[in-house]
């Protein structure tokens, strides 16, 4: 118990006292040195005991330790490669989605300007609120003027577009005759 309360030198001069203890006492005790030279041999013995001993629970202790810390380091690189993937799939989505509205064809310049643009904005909004929402320790701000926070769930969910779709055509160079 003494080598898990204290650091392994202050533990071995504890248990070093406590062993050698003995001695004084049948001194004091039987006022001569005949009993101390029993005890001597006994006490050196369990001073050595002690001593290896105490150092294995330490080493045991500062293994655990490097264990604890190496567990830590795994988790916090793990997390961080969850976040980034998280964080590439919402900003692929979303590039994906601007690259196939810019080219539809079905839909009037303007209009497809103006979805390319609020498909851009909610997107960005989305990987912030994603960044803000996994980052440990920060709560979740928006800055004033950003607009709604953007709801849950992928983009083609959102702003109730999930049931809408628009038909879109490709330009296809045709092949010469």
Do not use: C, W
Request: hydrophobic share 45%.
């Amino acid at each position: 118990m003494i080598f898990q309360a204290l650091p392994l030198r202050p533990a071995l001069a504890v248990v070093a006292a406590l062993d050698l203890l003995p001695v004084p006492m049948a001194l004091i005790r039987d006022g001569t040195t005949q009993k101390v030279h029993g005890l001597l041999p006994l006490t050196v013995l369990g001073l050595a005991f002690a001593a290896l001993i105490g150092t294995y629970v330490s080493r045991l202790h500062n293994s655990r330790l490097e264990i604890a810390r190496l567990s830590r380091e795994a988790g916090v690189a793990t997390e961080r490669a969850r976040l980034a993937a998280e964080i590439h799939d919402t900003l692929a989505q979303g590039f994906t989605s601007i690259i196939t509205l810019a080219q539809a064809d079905s839909l009037p310049a303007g209009h497809r300007l103006d979805l390319v643009a609020r498909t851009a904005r909610d997107n960005l909004a989305e990987a912030r609120a994603l960044v803000a929402a996994l980052a440990p320790g920060r709560p979740a701000r928006r800055r004033p003027g950003a607009g709604p926070a953007p709801p849950d769930g992928p983009l083609r969910r959102r702003h109730g577009r999930a049931n809408r779709t628009a038909p879109v055509r490709r330009h296809r160079a045709r092949p010469d005759r």
